[in-house]
């Protein structure tokens, strides 16, 4: 009996490292839930086949939700483990609660399905570390830069890039630098051009999945608007109901049950030739799950909803959008400058505040406030019109100082990350003057939290604060010099407002930037923010006169 049960581990196992591409072992050894039960299936996700199997050393994902991309990189984590006995790095926007979600709801319903997985694992208690022989798999965060840099392995996947701290994403890269044979997979729904995914999907092949149309036998791809054909004047309108996806190439009607019939033999076409990086798009007008209708009554919703409008083109169509007003446009900034050059200092007569950046450089803008009566109005900063008398860079912070007092500064807020040392020794020289500012939680509209414990010190709402300082220049209410810098323009413009929904369904927005620098953009909005605390100072501040 021994002897029987070796001979039929060994047989396993030889014939589990026979396998020698991903797609074969998951059709072997995954299986699989709700709504396709069974062994892990290509019939309804052709276009994850060649996913499963590519070999380029870095691939990326531009996704609609729910495509099965999720999916594919779990099975790429455990053919890795199984039969390439490789660890794997698996990282998540975040350790709590994305890596107890993702053990919940993807790691341990994968092994209590299939035999063969639970049997690879040993241990699997710990959240962020489950061992399979000499093999592990990682599960991680993106937020902590330590994390990041503590997990060598040869094999990488990123999932949800878009929600992570960008920043730290190249340092797990760094970790593969020693290892012979890498492997990294990128996936995320997209948000905004450029920015995460998008940002590495450009880079990439940009890979689109085509097909056969089955009655002209063009090739084509399914695409919105083009393919769907939305009926119904809103989402409650039953008539939504006929909405229908058409090739667009001969405007037939594709068949939704079928769909899975004319995409089997769909391959996917390079947008650009000669990239390093492979990279594969695919919406939800391919999926077998989503009918036509759900696609237009998601369309129609968007048009009343910012955050629907939002929720349609990132997680429907898997493609980057903004908004109408999301962002600073050219024609705004431009309608603002008007006027005097930058001024070189500032002879007295009204509040003047300063607001300043922390990174490699500290960008610096200085704000002249002029106030209107305004009928029924108490908010300081509605009341308020805003001119830049100067926007500038400086290396250190001693330089700041010179500012302060040359222009007579009465209000600087300067950000507290990542100087706290350097940024706290600078409002202590100008004591009751400068406050280091934290965007952080706990905190709501414009209200600004002094820390207690700390009189140098305020925390704020990111979100609430940008659209009051960026609002101005849709306003028009903020005066730019002529001679304002290129970078403070670009830098204005770099940050978008996307929208999402809270837990009661209601829109709530956050700021997100590109590729691009948004410095300039959080120096106006902590001058924005030392308008507040200026204006709640006692009238004993010599507001025309010197500070010190």
Known sequence: MLSQMLAESIGKGLKRRSITKCSTWSERYRVMGQPYPGLWSFKYHPWAREMHDCQDDTIVGQKAAQMGYTETALNRVFYAIDVLGESVLYVLPAS???ASDFSAMRFDPALELSE???????DVKNVGHKRAGSASLLIRGSRSRGQMKSAPTGTMIFDEVDEMVQENIPLAFERMSGQKKKSAFLLSTATIENYGINAYFRKSSQDHFFFACPFCSKQTELIFPECVEVTGEDPDDPEILNSRLLCKECKHTLNHETKHEWLKDGQWVAGQEGRMTRGFYINQLYSSTIPPHLIAASFLRGRDN??????FYNSKLGVPHAVEGARVTDAQIISCT??????DGYSGGKLITMGVDVGKWLHVEITEWTFEKTVGQNDVNLMAHARVIYEGKVLNFEELDNFMVTYKVVSCVIDANPEQRKALE???RFWGHVKRCFYGNGVSGKQVSLHAEDQHSVTVDRTSWLDLSLGRFKR???TLPIDVSMEYRENTK???RIYEKDA??????????GNDDDHFAHARNYSEIALQLGANMSQATTINGDIL
Do not use: C, W
Request: overall charge positive.
């Open 306 to 311: 910012p955050a629907d409008e939002q929720e």
């Open 494 to 496: 770099a940050l978008v």
């Open 426 to 428: 600078f409002a202590q």
């Open 338 to 343: 008007k006027g005097t050059k930058k001024l």
């Open 116 to 122: 063969h997985l639970a049997g690879m694992f040993s």
């Open 504 to 513: 009661n369904g209601n829109p709530v927005g956050r700021y997100v930037r």
């Open 476 to 478: 028009g209410a903020i």
């Open 96 to 98: 709590t609660p994305d």
